[in-house]
């Protein structure tokens, strides 16, 4: 396996379902994000783990909760959703050097397509 | 203001024609810029990292940046079908964190 695989790639689920994303990067970077990306609307920046440590939530309701067990691995895990957060779910990774430092690129993982019904 | 701000298009061109898609964005600060390609149903890729004031090419592929104007631009040479995509560009900002724009539809027709 290469770049960032995200499993599964398509999942329907209701409203008191309960479910987790996975996300694995095999670039040997340190940064991994989580993006959520609904139609017409930019890519929504929603996580940043940095050396697992989260830096970043962007507002996230608790209903999305992640988790980052080594530099490799991410998780979103799913409770109680909404209809209106049906969307593709994005994780990604990148090299970060530190502040100072210009941002490196980030490589998208192939998305999670998801439907809350 | 958005932080990072696209025409949504569709933006039009065809088959052999130069297509430019436009970027501006708001922090000053900025450093790093990126221009993403994507697919329908697919996830971005990337096409053109851009660092420094001028012009970047690779392959069919020209980056512009322009920090004074808050611009940055991707002209496509002889464009092609395969290339009918949405082209997302993308700011760091001071804060050290990726701002996408809405992207610009492109259709190339043959």
């Known amino acids: 396996e290469t770049g960032v695989t995200q499993t599964p790639r398509h999942l329907v689920m209701g409203m008191t379902n309960k479910k987790s994303l996975k996300c694995e990067q095999h670039?040997?970077?340190?940064?991994m994000y989580w993006y959520k990306q609904s139609a017409k609307k930019p890519l929504e920046l929603m996580f940043v783990?940095?050396?697992?440590?989260?830096?970043e939530n962007n507002s996230v309701p608790s209903r999305f909760s992640p988790e980052c067990p080594n530099s490799s691995h991410l998780f979103l895990h799913l409770h109680t959703l909404q209809p209106e957060d049906s969307a593709l779910y994005l994780c990604?990774?990148?090299?970060?050097?530190?502040?100072?430092?210009?941002?490196?690129?980030?490589?998208f993982g192939p998305g999670t397509r998801l439907l809350v019904l | 203001q958005k932080e990072v701000e696209q025409n949504s298009g569709p933006l039009s061109v065809p088959e052999g024609a130069i297509a430019s898609l436009n970027c501006t964005y708001s922090?000053?600060?900025?450093?790093?810029f990126f221009w993403y390609r994507q697919y329908s149903g697919k996830s971005p890729e990337l096409i053109m990292s851009i660092y420094s004031n001028g012009d970047k090419e690779d392959g069919r592929f020209t980056a512009q940046l322009n920090k004074a104007s808050q611009y940055v631009s991707l002209l496509i040479r002889d464009s092609q079908p395969s290339d009918s995509a949405t082209y997302l560009c993308a700011v760091n900002n001071q804060g050290g964190k990726l701002i996408f724009g809405q992207g610009t539809e492109l259709s190339v027709k043959p």
């Open positions: 990604a990774s990148s090299q970060d050097h530190g502040s100072g430092f210009p941002q490196e690129t980030q490589y």
């Open positions: 922090d000053r600060g900025s450093q790093s």
């Open positions: 783990y940095n050396f697992k440590e989260q830096t």
């Open positions: 670039l040997g970077h340190n940064a």
